[in-house]
């Protein structure tokens, strides 16, 4: 069984300064893992993917992510914050043998001006 | 480049009434596609998935159903709503070939379903 876990339910970091959104997850295999943001009422953005290879994965407007394999994290980074990043993120997982991905329950992130 | 349609954008229905939510890809062939509930603005629960024309995998027993006519049209319907069935309806594509397991779904933009 496949399952994933957003710690957080809400973030708030200044604009400017560097964010973090939190995923764990748990699989049975080699996990493919991705990460969705999600603006008011509009569907998911895919922003980034971790398959295999390099641990810091760069995605889309200037967000990367780090896969860490012992502490089964896949954390979503961004070096300056923005406040149009302040928007719902999912992290999602889906193992070697699953069909369908799983989502977390969402972190809502606030960039304050 | 490959995008993906829904609609309408909003819904208000009464009690008792029918549903149809209608989603089309364009630009690539044979996906997989997928409809999801939102509730409150949070978790995604999966409702039905398709391999295929004719093909629907029903991930939750309720009150919905789901066709695949075409090979890029899901529908998604209900003879009569319940006030629980009011929630944000997205619909979603990937991949199902060669990379299927690394593929990210792409989402539409949603349906706002009310039952009243």
């Known amino acids: 069984a496949q399952s994933v876990a957003q710690p957080e339910d809400q973030v708030n970091v200044a604009e400017g300064n560097p964010l973090t959104v939190k995923c764990t997850y748990s699989?049975?295999?080699?996990?493919?893992l991705f990460w969705y943001v999600q603006y008011p009422n509009r569907g998911l953005q895919f922003l980034l993917k971790y398959i295999t290879g390099d641990n810091l994965v760069k995605g889309s407007y200037g967000f990367e992510a780090e896969f860490n394999k012992s502490q089964t994290s896949f954390h979503l980074k961004k070096p300056s914050a923005l406040v149009s990043d302040s928007a719902l993120y999912f992290c999602a997982v889906r193992d070697s043998s699953a069909r369908q991905l799983t989502f977390g329950s969402g972190t809502q992130l606030t960039v304050l001006p | 480049s490959q995008t993906i349609h829904q609609w309408p954008a909003t819904l208000v229905q009464p009690v008792g009434s029918p549903l149809s939510l209608e989603c089309t890809v364009e630009g690539t062939s044979n996906p997989n596609l997928y409809w999801y509930r939102q509730a409150a603005g949070r978790g995604l629960q999966l409702l039905f998935y398709s391999v295929g024309i004719g093909q629907i995998s029903s991930e939750v027993p309720q009150n919905l159903s789901a066709s695949r006519p075409q090979d890029r049209q899901f529908i998604l319907s209900s003879k009569k709503l319940l006030l629980s069935d009011s929630g944000f309806y997205l619909c979603a594509w990937s991949v199902r070939t060669g990379s299927a397991k690394n593929s990210p779904l792409h989402f539409g933009n949603g349906t706002r379903l009310t039952v009243t």
């Open positions: 699989v049975s295999g080699n996990p493919y």
